[in-house]
């Protein structure tokens, strides 16, 4: 085992994707040498991104990966995610020396096709072949496309109206978990106007609380994924997205320990104050990173005639 793969507190799962971030994409153990790639799903009930590790093979521009599940009866659940979700971030090793995150469609090949990639997957990685051997379930093969936005505008304005509707349904609901969160602080107003703190907050609360933090957290994370497309078709955008990619780890390690926070509620081990402090801690740039972030990304997603390079 690698250094890297001696951290204590990570889970294996943790491991491998930590030591593939660090090493652009080669990885030691049982994955030593193979063509890996990370995906990012969405977790069909929990709406929790989930990360990882996979076989891919590579197809021209797209990227085939296979739910072999090690010759499980069961299908792997990223699978599953991306059924129900088929926005997938992939991650993978680049010639520039470091792991970029690209924005994919997920579709899974049938018939003819699916067989044919199957059968070349078997013959290039023979483990795949005892993984069928181990099952009576038709292994899926999915192919991932990347985000190209080199296609007219009527492709690419679209994508800018949607990141405006995200922004609005974060903003949204980032109001109603303060509201909530400062209902569980004054108890509610009664006849003598506020009341004295609550203790802690419901489980309820709790579980709100989480699907925005979950919401937020996987938005970047695709954002992530479709900045590298951005940067490839309008390179004048690199400063403006390396920027926003910095506010976005500064995001995700304050969500990181809000999370910690939430489940310390949990345990009544804080309270709703604490939690109300924290949660404004970890949003309190973020209308700021919205606006920048539609300043500089919309006039380009809407194919302006002369787009001009965002000032800093």
């Not at 004054?186 to 009341?195: I, K």
């Not at 497309?229 to 506010?247: D, K, S, V």
């Amino acid at each position: 085992m690698s250094e890297q793969r001696a951290d204590r507190g990570l889970s294996w799962n943790e491991q491998v994707i930590k030591e593939f971030r660090e090493n652009n994409g080669a990885v030691g153990g049982m994955f030593e040498g193979a063509p890996l790639v990370l995906l990012t799903t969405v977790g069909r009930k929990s709406r929790k991104p989930h990360t990882n590790p996979v076989i891919h093979l590579r197809d021209g521009e797209r990227h085939l990966v296979f739910g072999s599940n090690a010759g499980s009866d069961k299908h792997p659940d990223w699978y599953h995610n991306l059924l129900a979700s088929p926005q997938v971030t992939m991650e993978i090793g680049t010639e520039d020396g470091a792991v970029k995150p690209f924005a994919t469609r997920a579709v899974p090949l049938e018939g003819e096709e699916r067989h044919h990639y199957w059968e070349l997957q078997c013959s290039l990685a023979p483990p795949f072949r005892r993984y069928e051997e181990q099952t009576d379930r038709e292994i899926p093969v999915v192919a991932l496309y990347p985000l190209d936005l080199s296609a007219e505008s009527e492709r690419t304005r679209p994508i800018g109206q949607q990141l405006i509707a995200h922004h609005q349904d974060l903003r949204a609901e980032l109001a109603r978990v303060r509201a909530e969160i400062e209902g569980a602080l004054t108890g509610g107003d009664g006849p003598e106007g506020v009341r004295p703190p609550a203790a802690g907050l419901t489980e309820e609360l709790r579980r709100r609380c989480l699907t925005y933090c979950y919401g937020l957290q996987l938005h970047h994370i695709r954002e992530d994924g479709a900045f590298s497309a951005f940067e490839r078709q309008w390179p004048w955008l690199g400063p403006a997205i390396e920027r926003l990619r910095a506010e976005h780890r500064v995001v995700e390690e304050a969500l990181a320990g809000f999370e910690e926070l939430l489940e310390q509620a949990r345990n009544g081990e804080t309270d709703a104050a604490a939690v109300h402090d924290e949660l404004e801690k970890v949003t309190g740039g973020l209308e700021d990173h919205f606006a920048y972030e539609e300043r500089v990304l919309l006039p380009a997603l809407d194919q302006s005639p002369s787009p001009s390079p965002p000032s800093p």
